[in-house]
Each structure stands twice: as structure tokens, then as C-alpha cells.
């Protein structure tokens, strides 16, 4: 195999560099991906900030990365699902704690990818595209599905309708665009929240109904339009999304459950080096009490919560359900699309801090993506 090359984090909070990386092989149940595309998350560039705290267990030198596409070039033992030179989309699980291995990060040219958490793309779908969803899809998926969260039927071509609706509040982010799209297809009604700008948006990928959560009125109209209805419960995604989501699954009939995937307070503004005190510790207390105040006020309103973690499902039913029994026919027959659009911030691993640092000062339905 040719040259392999990193975007490495030597030491925690280091700076990002690029660098020669070791070739690895595949174990038995995994693939090596060359990498054509990745998209960025919140959740990659906090790890360079406060991996320290957040993701303790990473060993250094590391890579990160969680979403990308690209074609098969290696393939485990026990795997038949891919053939060399497929073109596929794949969840780089490398900073759960199940798998603690730079090999598995996605800001590198060769990747290896769990056999279960890759699934082809269709012809006609770039790169660029396929690049958005695994991240996205993958923490959607864990509150929807997981038996420990909102447990709801599996998406399937021919969904049963069930009645029952999902609020999913933040319907442009990228978690929520995929959040929408599987509710819709595992038979539920979604009401949503998003900027007005984006409401047809979110309405085009299958909500049936949206509201603006800068609305000061929003949580009393969402409690006004689900008042007669049966609610799966709620995924709360965004900054203060979850009191709103307690107060609406408190005051309506239903499943009284929270997934939430939004913590109780940002660390966005905290730099890995100097002037990070000052930042960390209002932060933590804002944190701390934040926590505390949601429990509290799930506990009035018998209501209970659970915070996700995206890359659950690599060790669950979940993840086979989407990448290997949903997403690929999904895909290949346009009933789902790849959402938000992407938007190519450059090519090359030297460009991913910028869409890293981009990424951080907000985009609005949109996921920012580099090619390799
Ligand atoms: N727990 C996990 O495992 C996990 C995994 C992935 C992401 N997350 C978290 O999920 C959240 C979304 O991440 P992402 O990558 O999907 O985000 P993203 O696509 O970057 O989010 C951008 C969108 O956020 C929306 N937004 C901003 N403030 C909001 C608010 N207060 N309420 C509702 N929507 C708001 C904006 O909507 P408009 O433009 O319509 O205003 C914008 O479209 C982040 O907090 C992230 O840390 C958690």
C-alpha cells in the first residue's frame, strides 16, 4: 500500500501536524478505506481542545475524525459485504473508548473501518456527500433506536405508520436532519424546530410541521400542536434545547423520554493552551449547575433523560440495522438523502483545522467537508 499520511495530535491539547502514519492491516471484521472524503464535527475538534476530560482515555499520538468516504482497498478475513475498489461512506470509530486506535481515525489517507459500520454508495453519489452522514446517522440512530433510549420500530422501505410522534428540536443541525429523515422512516410524524429560513428544509426531509426555537412562545405553541397527540418522546439537540424538550414531553401524553445530545454547557470557547483556565472553570460550573437544573426539572415533570453518545452503536444492534440493513437500499433508491449539504472547504489534511475552526463558528444546515 503506498504512503499513508496523518493529521496527528502528538500529545493531548497539541497542536494538529501532518505526518507520515503506519500502514495497518485489517483485523477479521474490519476494511481499510482510502479516503476521499471527510466531513467535521463538533466532536472531533473538541477533542483536540478537551480530550483531556472528555475523551481521557485516548493514547497519543492520535487522529481524529469521524466521518468518511472513500474506496475499499483491504479487507478483513470474515468480511463479505465489500469487494476491493467499492465505494463507500464508513463511521471512523477510532476515539470511542472500545477503540482507543489512531489507525481507526478518519483525518488520515487509509482508514480502518468496522466492516458493520461502512455501507456502499450509490454511483451517482459524490464523495463529498457520502462524507456527511456517518456521524450524523450514527448519533440519531443511538436516541432513536437504542432499547436504552427512545426504543423506536426500525426504519424500514415500507415504514408501518405508528401514530406517534418525535419532536426532534434542532431539525437543521446535522444530527436532526438525520434524525428527521429515520423517524419518518420507522412510521413516526415529526414535529421540529429550526430557524424559519430553514423550515422548508427540515419540511422537505419529511417534518411535518416547524417552529422557531428563538420563538419566545415556541415551547407553549409545540405544547399547543402535540396536545392531542400519542409523542414517541424527544431527541434535544442545541443549546438550551433540552428544558424545552422536558417542559413539552412533561405536559404532553406519551413517551415521557429525553434523548439528549446537546450537553448542558458549551466548551467551544476553550483553547487547548493559554488563557484555558479562565475559560474551563466558568464553563465546568456552567456545566455543573446546568446538569443539575435539568435533573431537577425532569424529576418535577416525570420525565426522564440520557445523554447520547454517538458511537454506541458500534457495539450494538444499532449499528448493523442502519449501515447494514437500512442505509444502502435507503440510499441507493433516493428515501434517503444525504443532509445537510455539504459545503467543500478545501482539499488536502493541512485544510481540516479550518474546517475545524469554521465548523466552530456556526453553519446553518450545512456540513463542512475537506477532500483527500
Ligand atoms: N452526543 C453525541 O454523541 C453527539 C454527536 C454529534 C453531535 N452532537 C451535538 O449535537 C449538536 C449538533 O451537532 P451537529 O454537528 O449536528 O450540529 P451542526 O449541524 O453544526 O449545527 C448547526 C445547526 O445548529 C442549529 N442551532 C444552533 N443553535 C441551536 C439551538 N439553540 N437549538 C436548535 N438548533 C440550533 C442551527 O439551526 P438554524 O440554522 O436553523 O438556526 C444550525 O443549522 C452539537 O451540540 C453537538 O455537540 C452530539
Known amino acids: 500500500m503506498p504512503q499513508n499520511t496523518a493529521l496527528w495530535l502528538n500529545a493531548k491539547r497539541a497542536p494538529f501536524t501532518i505526518g507520515p502514519a503506519p500502514t ?17 464535527n463538533p466532536f472531533d475538534r473538541v477533542i483536540q481542545t478537551m480530550g483531556d476530560i472528555i475523551t481521557p482515555w485516548i493514547t497519543y499520538p492520535f487522529v481524529t475524525g469521524s466521518d468518511l468516504a472513500g474506496e475499499v482497498v483491504e479487507i478483513g478475513s470474515l468480511v463479505t459485504r ?23 481515525g478518519a483525518f488520515q489517507t487509509y482508514v480502518v473501518v468496522l466492516a458493520h459500520m461502512a455501507a456502499p454508495i450509490p454511483d451517482a453519489m459524490a464523495f463529498e456527500e457520502a462524507a456527511i452522514l456517518p456521524l450524523g446517522i450514527s448519533t440519531a440512530a443511538c436516541a432513536l433506536f437504542q432499547k436504552d433510549f427512545l426504543a423506536m420500530n426500525a426504519p424500514s422501505a ?25 423517524a419518518v422512516a420507522s412510521g413516526y410524524d415529526v414535529v421540529t424546530t429550526a430557524s424559519p429560513r430553514n423550515f422548508a428544509y427540515v419540511e422537505k426531509l419529511g417534518a411535518r410541521e416547524a417552529f422557531d426555537y428563538r420563538s419566545k412562545t ?16 424527544a431527541l434535544a439537540i442545541g443549546a438550551g434545547s433540552a428544558a424545552s424538550c422536558i417542559d413539552i414531553v412533561g405536559a404532553c401524553t406519551g413517551n415521557r423520554f429525553v434523548a439528549l445530545a446537546t450537553p448542558a454547557a458549551s466548551f467551544d470557547d476553550v483553547p487547548a493552551g493559554r488563557g484555558r483556565l479562565l475559560r474551563l472553570a ?45 442505509l444502502p437500499t435507503a440510499l441507493a433508491q433516493a428515501r434517503f438523502v444525504a443532509a445537510p449539504r455539504p459545503t467543500v472547504v478545501g482539499s488536502g489534511l493541512a485544510r481540516i483545522p479550518e474546517a475545524l475552526e469554521r465548523q466552530r463558528l456556526g453553519v446553518s444546515a450545512a456540513k463542512l467537508v475537506v477532500t483527500l
Open 24 to 40: 495497518t492491516a485489517p483485523r477479521a471484521d474490519e476494511i481499510v478505506v482510502r479516503v476521499r472524503a471527510v466531513a467535521v
Open 82 to 104: 465489500f469487494r476491493v475498489g467499492d465505494r463507500v461512506l464508513g463511521y471512523a470509530a477510532g476515539a470511542d473508548k472500545r477503540r482507543n486506535r489512531a489507525a481507526e
Open 158 to 182: 415500507t415504514p408501518v405508520r405508528t401514530g406517534k410522534t418525535l419532536l426532534v428540536w434542532g431539525g437543521s443541525t446535522s444530527v436532526g436532519s438525520n434524525a428527521i429523515q429515520l
Open 218 to 233: 415556541v415551547t407553549a405553541d409545540i405544547i399547543r400542536a402535540l396536545r392531542r397527540e400519542t409523542l414517541a418522546g
Open 282 to 326: 466558568p464553563a465546568a460550573a456552567r456545566m455543573i449547575a446546568g446538569n443539575i437544573r435539568l435533573a431537577l426539572k425532569a424529576r418535577l415533570r416525570g420525565v426522564r433523560t440520557k445523554f447520547v453518545w454517538g458511537s454506541d452503536l458500534i457495539a450494538n444492534e444499532v449499528g448493523p440495522m442502519i449501515f447494514e440493513a437500512f
